[in-house]
């Protein structure tokens, strides 16, 4: 399929929450929905940054939200039900890549934390809202990816790029065994994965340190495609009727780097339901989130 923004219908009077949605995937993701009439609520760390953000973008919605803090997480989702904000679509896009080994503020490897953790009780605090589907953002990087069950926050052996995987993979584990669950009570929400390839984004810059940084940034100019085509595999997943609860949405091109929507699969080990249930078990005793699956009427 030779998919791209034109594809895109009108969002008059669909919600979008974004994570992550001041730069980027997320903030070219929030511009091509305000476009089409989106209500598109952008969830960001920074406010500062997220301010200037909306000031681009007319009409998004600011909220502000630490996905490495799950305090923030909450607040976040208790505010939406106040507001009884009505999702369509939840957009877990934010994410931390290589920094050094650092802990989050409940004591978590950050990167698990912020990519994986925060965005499960994010989820499960808003299913009960989402009326449509849950886009998840991973990338190539999950294909090394484990679960590091027994150094799960890196204290013995810790490296950038290993616990950048294990995040990854979480995510793939965790759409998947998502759409499981939402299958088995006949739920009426999706759960899809998407990949931006090797997409130019400040993810690359802004955790590595040193030499890893350098080559990030000299990547970014010579390999990776422009954020706003990256964006197109999460867009494709979020409002496109032909994406299936279960997808992976991936760029077509050699390797998976770059090119146009289409549906890619994960890598073999990514697919074992009890690794799958192994993680959702820990996470839901990290965060303290149960999920609560309705069924459909």
């Not at 030779?2 to 994570?19: H, L």
Request: hydrophobic letters at 40%.
């Amino acid at each position: 399929m030779r998919w791209s923004e034109a594809e895109i219908g009108d969002q008059s009077g669909r919600t979008f929450v974004i994570t992550g949605a001041n730069s980027g995937l997320g903030f070219e993701m929030s511009r091509a929905l305000l476009a089409k009439g989106a209500r598109v609520i952008m969830a960001v760390r920074n406010r500062d940054k997220g301010e200037k953000a909306t000031k681009i973008l007319s009409g998004g919605e600011l909220r502000t939200v630490d996905l490495a803090d799950l305090d923030t997480v909450k607040r976040l989702a208790d505010d939406l039900h106040r507001e009884r904000v009505s999702i369509d679509v939840l957009v877990n896009n934010a994410g931390v890549m290589m920094p050094p080994r650092t802990l989050s503020a409940q004591g978590h490897e950050l990167q698990f934390a912020a990519n994986h953790l925060g965005h499960f009780a994010l989820t499960g605090l808003l299913l009960d809202l989402v009326t449509d589907r849950v886009v998840t953002v991973s990338s190539t990087l999950h294909r090394p990816g484990r679960i590091h069950y027994d150094d799960l926050d890196g204290a013995r052996d810790y490296s950038p790029a290993k616990y950048y995987s294990q995040s990854k993979f979480a995510n793939v584990l965790f759409g998947l065994e998502l759409d499981r669950r939402l299958r088995a009570a006949g739920a009426k929400q999706r759960s899809i994965l998407a990949h931006p390839g090797y997409s130019a984004t400040n993810l690359q810059t802004s955790g590595p340190t040193g030499v890893m940084k350098a080559f990030m940034r000299i990547g970014n100019v010579v390999m990776a495609q422009p954020a706003a085509k990256g964006a197109l595999n999460q867009l494709y997943a979020a409002v496109d009727p032909r994406a299936e609860g279960g997808q992976f949405i991936g760029p077509d091109g050699i390797g998976e780097h770059r090119g146009l929507p289409k549906v890619v699969q994960p890598v073999d080990r990514a697919a074992d339901p009890a690794d799958a249930q192994r993680l959702w078990t820990l996470s839901e005793q990290l965060t303290g989130v149960q999920f609560e699956v309705a069924r459909s009427r």
